[in-house]
């Protein structure tokens, strides 16, 4: 496999990685804007019909259209270690500290997105309180935490993927 080679931001494309807009959209709250470098909570139909047409557009111009949760899924989907590793790697970065949370977390994701792409748009929409379905009795932090209280933050920037991610040569900033 070659690697990239991007030497121009003015030359032809002939590849390009996005993400369509999901469920992450969905998370956003009102208290959740600034945090995650938003205005207004953008409409999800119409994002996606405005992500679809602007990814017509691309192929129109001979552009090859990959998508980052595809290309995330087969990764994850390559060998049960990296799909753990990926799966602890999230965990840890979605700032989950505490041996029961973390465990809770695998074990909800594990049960519940069998399926590597499906886990994968899992990880990108974010998870809250009230989907874990925890025992509250033992936790104070739970009990007078509202259920709709984000767990795993969503990554709704992932809608501009120019944003967390670009090709310069043959590397990425």
């Known amino acids: 496999m070659a690697g990239i080679q991007v030497r121009s931001e003015i030359g032809p494309l002939k590849k390009v990685m996005l993400h369509r807009p999901g469920a992450e959209l969905l998370n956003l709250t009102p208290n959740t804007l600034e945090e995650l470098l938003f205005d207004d909570i953008p409409f999800l139909k119409v994002a996606q019909a405005e992500h679809d047409a602007f990814a017509d557009?691309?192929?129109?111009?001979?552009?090859?259209?990959?998508?980052?949760?595809?290309?995330?899924?087969?990764?994850?989907?390559?060998d049960p270690e990296i799909r753990e590793r990926f799966l602890l790697q999230w965990i840890r970065e979605a700032d989950i500290h505490t041996e029961r949370y973390t465990r809770i977390i695998h074990d909800y994701l594990e049960e519940n997105y069998p399926d590597p792409k499906d886990l994968v748009m899992k990880t990108m929409a974010g998870i809250n309180l009230q989907e874990l379905q925890t025992d509250k009795s033992d936790s104070l932090v739970d009990l007078v935490s509202d259920a709709s209280k984000l767990v795993c933050a969503p990554m709704p920037n992932l809608y501009f993927t120019r944003d967390p991610f670009a090709s310069i040569g043959n590397g990425a900033s």
């Open 57 to 78: 557009i691309l192929r129109g111009e001979g552009a090859e259209v990959v998508y980052l949760e595809d290309l995330a899924a087969e990764v994850v989907a390559s």
